[in-house]
């Protein structure tokens, strides 16, 4: 059932342009290929529901999210954003809105407005871009009306690369680095803060806490993709509702 409601989703996404192969498996020809297409549908996410990281974060509010960061959705993550793969933007920013639209409806009736994590200013200058902000933007425009983009948020002071570090380092690393940019922009608005992949979720907590306290009416979370996290029990340590 799952597979079939994420392979709607990954159907749209048809139209590829025709790079220099698929990001997945390295075949020539189109962006995705059509059995990474179908490796993807067996990522989907088992609930449609929120979902947290292990150990939860102190006041998890549940977070959306449509694959497994895993085999063909991790590469093709990792080739969007560190491997200047931007013709990956259609197919990431379809997993990104069926996750934001679910974690819109949380909320009830009404627009929002979609916040993507900011991007520090060494990983700006390196890579020459803001890739969430363009996944943001281009999940907006398959949203619709009543869904807009804002980038809202800053890094303030420098932070240290996040790959590596454990739970506690990385909640460390990024307490209260985040700032709003604009508050009046997001003060009193309903607001889906995203990020391409869930692992510990430090950065969307930091986020979240800078919205929150900016006077955002109401911060939920949404991502492409969550990382499974290492669980002495057996399966994926995914949850259907924030403890």
Same mark, same amino acid.
């Given at each position: 059932?799952?597979?079939?409601?994420?392979?709607?989703? +990954?159907? /749209?996404?048809?139209? +590829?342009?025709?790079?220099?192969?698929?990001?997945?498996?390295?075949?020539?020809?189109?962006?995705?290929?059509?059995?990474?297409?179908?490796?993807?549908? !067996?990522?989907?996410?088992? @609930?449609?529901?929120?979902?947290?990281?292990?150990? %939860?974060?102190?006041?998890?509010?549940?977070? =959306?999210?449509?694959?497994?960061?895993?085999?063909?959705?991790?590469?093709?993550?990792?080739?969007?954003?560190?491997? !200047?793969?931007?013709?990956?933007?259609?197919? *990431?920013?379809?997993?990104?809105?069926?996750? &934001?639209?679910?974690?819109?409806?949380?909320?009830?009736?009404?627009?929002?407005?979609?916040?993507?994590?900011?991007?520090?200013?060494?990983?700006?200058?390196?890579?020459?871009?803001?890739?969430?902000?363009?996944?943001?933007?281009?999940? %907006? =425009?398959?949203?619709?009306?009543?869904? /807009?983009?804002?980038?809202?948020?800053? &890094?303030?002071?420098? @932070?240290?690369?996040? /790959?590596?570090?454990?739970?506690?380092?990385?909640?460390?690393?990024?307490?209260?680095?985040?700032? &709003?940019?604009?508050?009046?922009? &997001? =003060?009193?608005?309903?607001?889906?803060?995203?990020? !391409?992949? *869930?692992?510990?979720?430090?950065?969307?907590?930091?986020?979240?806490?800078?919205?929150?306290?900016?006077?955002?009416?109401?911060? !939920?979370?949404?991502?492409?993709?969550?990382?499974?996290?290492?669980?002495?029990?057996?399966?994926?340590?995914?949850?259907?509702?924030?403890?």
């Amino acid at each position: 059932m799952v597979s079939v409601r994420l392979g709607s989703v +990954l159907a /749209a996404a048809g139209d +590829l342009v025709l790079p220099r192969s698929c990001a997945g498996c390295d075949r020539p020809g189109a962006a995705v290929c059509t059995g990474c297409r179908r490796a993807l549908c !067996d990522l989907a996410v088992p @609930t449609p529901g929120p979902v947290a990281p292990r150990p %939860v974060p102190e006041g998890w509010p549940g977070c =959306h999210a449509t694959l497994r960061y895993e085999g063909v959705a991790a590469r093709l993550a990792r080739a969007f954003k560190d491997e !200047d793969r931007r013709d990956l933007g259609d197919v *990431l920013a379809r997993l990104l809105a069926d996750a &934001v639209r679910r974690a819109a409806q949380q909320g009830g009736p009404g627009g929002v407005l979609v916040v993507p994590v900011p991007s520090s200013p060494a990983a700006i200058r390196r890579r020459g871009d803001q890739p969430m902000l363009q996944l943001a933007g281009r999940a %907006v =425009h398959l949203l619709g009306p009543g869904a /807009a983009v804002e980038a809202g948020l800053r &890094v303030r002071r420098g @932070t240290a690369d996040q /790959a590596g570090l454990d739970r506690a380092a990385r909640l460390a690393n990024l307490d209260r680095a985040m700032t &709003v940019r604009r508050p009046r922009r &997001v =003060h009193g608005r309903r607001i889906v803060l995203v990020d !391409d992949v *869930l692992t510990s979720g430090a950065t969307l907590t930091e986020g979240r806490r800078a919205l929150l306290e900016a006077g955002a009416a109401r911060v !939920d979370l949404a991502v492409a993709m969550v990382t499974p996290r290492r669980s002495p029990t057996s399966g994926l340590p995914f949850r259907s509702r924030a403890d």
